[in-house]
């Protein structure tokens, strides 16, 4: 199992030094000019010239590439020009705010996703499964910021129930973290829809029904647990797609986040504060992958023996 | 074979009192693309009270979905028909609840896979003591019933292997394992569904004898579902032959074997490679086997059958009793037997 993981991380440092290269590149490849956007169009190319020599983006490419790679080891981005301050600084401030999201839209999609998979999946063909069905097929093509805008259009103008934007009381949370939820919750239910009606098929829940077990119980007792397995790995993947999901959700409900962070960096050409963003989400997403595979070996133990010999 | 085993079951009748099942007029439908497809025919047959009855038949011939409806185990959709009368009690129209408590504590099942039959997830303790744990037994009977079925079930070093996964599980101890899960109930009927075909030869015997051995000892009735001639000939007393969802013959296994009285039971034994006599070539049975799904009219063995006549082809033959204990669906039954 350590040796398991301790090989993981060695991957991990590739990874991260592949995603940190690539980011550099894009950033710099991407049309606009860090000075240009700060200075403003009028901006004579003697003052641009400067800015860019205190930037260090007179310097040659692979400079450049080498000390920000250097400085990037030592979770060290540069300051953002936008912001006044460390870049990391920044994005660590934000970082929270987006976490609880995350973590808030995962617990929703896992508990709510799980359970009408598990329903509709322990009868196929059945009324529940055909409902599920096509709510998830619905929820999976509703582009977030028009779900968004919606749910802000019903509960919070609408009915007045709930606060369209900001932060403050757990109330606020609710409309982003279901609007990021929804279409991870298809994602979920559809899956282990699958799964389970996979399961449910096979020979070892014949046994279990012949020990004269409820359709329940076979089903909480024994397809669960299998149908779990290809769940856990996708939950795992999604989370990190979920923090970019994040970005869209967090702009609609004004949510003090990395995405609207990062969006802002984006706009304003904020290398130092685009780069942080990006390699640490795929820092996170690398732990989450990892996290999703060991949860794996815990519950298949024909690969716990694999990885263990 | 004893001469007199042979006398005593195939000289009386069996009487009703003693059938611990009585299958009756069985049939069952599944959907298929066409319209329903009637898979089991018309069946009948009784499982006596601590004896053994092999169920053969090639694949298609509706022997699986016989013993899935004893059990109560159909695919969704399934329609049946007939009687299943359990101590006389028909558990084919009993509510779903009668039906479940059977399964398990009266008639268990054993399959063919057993890698595929227990749960990879699942310690093979937890699995076989589970219908134990769900009759509220204390968590250290369970344990302690579990080291003896298994044990019981000739798995070596029991207390030790119940920590164990099914992966880490040859083929033959999966199937023991298998085995004590399917008596960890107590029941009295035990169906066995080719429960020797994904093993390897030299367990196959093994198991076979195991079985025997059980069904002794507990008293057990057991039906042992199969395409294996040679399995069935081993260790049941009674034998039903089937055929694209009927019945062809029924009778004691040893006299129905030597002597067939239903031309597709006597190409059955045809085929079986004898490995005593010197003819070491077995016949091969010709022609393919007929499905429920296309099954052609009159005696549905007619286009396969050596002895088939213009009758054969438009009149279905009904089960009649062709000897004293034997039944054959064959018109010509009596020419068959002749010697």
């Known amino acids: ?309 | 074979m004893s001469d007199v085993r042979t006398a005593r079951t195939g000289g009386a009748p069996v009487a009703q009192h003693e059938a611990l099942l009585q299958v009756d007029g069985l049939t069952v439908d599944l959907p298929g693309t066409r319209g329903d497809v009637r898979v089991v025919d018309g069946v009948s047959f009784d499982v006596p009270a601590g004896t053994t009855v092999g169920l053969i038949g090639e694949s298609g011939s509706g022997k699986t979905m016989t013993a899935n409806a004893i059990i109560g185990l159909l695919p969704d959709g399934a329609r049946t028909g007939g009687r299943l009368l359990w101590r006389g009690e028909d558990l084919l129209h009993a509510d779903g609840a009668r039906r479940r408590k059977a399964r398990g504590h009266e008639i268990s099942m054993i399959f063919q896979d057993p890698l595929a039959a227990l749960n990879p997830t699942q310690r093979i303790g937890r699995q076989v003591g589970e219908i134990l744990r769900r009759d509220g037994v204390g968590r250290a009977e369970v344990r302690r019933r579990v080291v003896e079925l298994l044990d019981r079930a000739g798995v070596p070093d029991p207390a030790e292997r119940a920590n164990r996964y099914p992966h880490e599980f040859s083929g033959g101890l999966r199937q023991r394992a298998m085995i004590a899960l399917a008596l960890a109930g107590s029941p009295s009927l035990l169906l066995a569904d080719e429960p020797t075909t994904a093993l390897d030869v030299t367990v196959q015997a093994r198991i076979l004898t195991l079985l025997q051995t059980i069904q002794q000892d507990e008293g057990l009735s057991v039906l042992l579902v199969s395409h294996d001639l040679r399995v069935v000939a081993n260790v049941a007393s009674e034998v039903v032959v089937m055929y694209a969802g009927r019945v062809a013959e029924r009778g004691p296994a040893p006299v129905v074997l030597r002597r067939p009285a239903h031309p597709y039971t006597k190409a059955l034994v045809r085929s079986v490679p004898a490995v005593r006599t010197k003819t070491a070539l077995a016949d091969p049975l010709p022609g393919a086997p007929a499905t429920p799904a296309n099954r052609p009219a009159g005696c549905p063995f007619h286009p396969r059958c050596p002895i088939a006549r213009d009758r054969c082809r438009t009149e279905v033959p009904a089960v009649r009793e062709v000897a004293p204990g034997r039944a054959a669906a064959c018109h010509f039954a009596e020419e068959v037997l002749a010697p």
Not at chain 1, 1 to 7: A, E, F, K
Not at chain 1, 74 to 83: E, P, Q
Not at chain 1, 230 to 251: C, F, W
Not at chain 1, 253 to 275: E, H, I, K, M, T
Request: hydrophobic residues 55%; without cysteine; neutral net charge.
């Open chain 1, 1 to 309: 199992m350590i040796r398991v993981v301790l090989r993981r991380l060695l991957i991990g440092v590739f990874v991260m030094w592949g995603a940190a290269s690539l980011i550099f590149v894009i950033v710099r490849v991407a049309p606009g000019d860090p000075a240009t956007v700060m200075l403003g169009p009028d901006a004579d190319p003697e003052q641009i010239a400067r800015l860019h020599e205190t930037l260090g983006l007179d310097r040659p490419m692979f400079a450049q590439y080498l000390s920000f790679l250097g400085d990037a080891v030592r979770l060290d981005f540069g300051d953002s020009h936008r912001l006044g301050r460390p870049a990391m600084e920044a994005v660590f401030d934000r970082l929270p705010a987006t976490i609880e999201l995350t973590l808030a839209a995962t617990a929703i999609a896992v508990v709510v996703g799980l359970t009408l998979g598990l329903v509709a999946g322990g009868r196929p063909g059945g009324v529940v499964d055909r409902v599920v069905s096509a709510a998830t097929i619905a929820l999976q093509s509703f582009p977030t910021f028009w779900v968004g805008i919606m749910l802000i259009l019903v509960f919070a103008l609408g009915l007045r129930l709930l606060p369209s934007a900001g932060v403050g009381t757990p109330q606020h949370m609710v409309l982003p973290a279901i609007t990021l939820a929804l279409p991870f919750t298809a994602i979920v239910a559809r899956l282990t829809r699958s799964s389970v009606a996979e399961s449910m098929r096979e020979p070892y829940v014949q046994t279990a029904r012949s020990k004269g077990l409820t359709e329940p119980q076979v089903l909480l007792g024994h397809a669960l647990r299998n149908s779990l397995i290809p769940v856990v790995t996708v939950v795992g993947l999604q989370m990190g797609a979920l923090m970019g999901g994040a970005v869209i959700v967090e702009n609609v409900f004004a949510w003090p986040g990395l995405g609207s962070l990062v969006v802002d960096a984006v706009a304003n050409r904020d290398y130092a504060v685009v780069q942080a963003v990006t390699l640490l989400i795929a820092g996170i997403v690398m732990v989450l992958n990892l996290v999703a595979d060991l949860l794996y070996t815990q519950l298949d133990p024909r690969i716990r023996m694999e990885g263990a010999s």
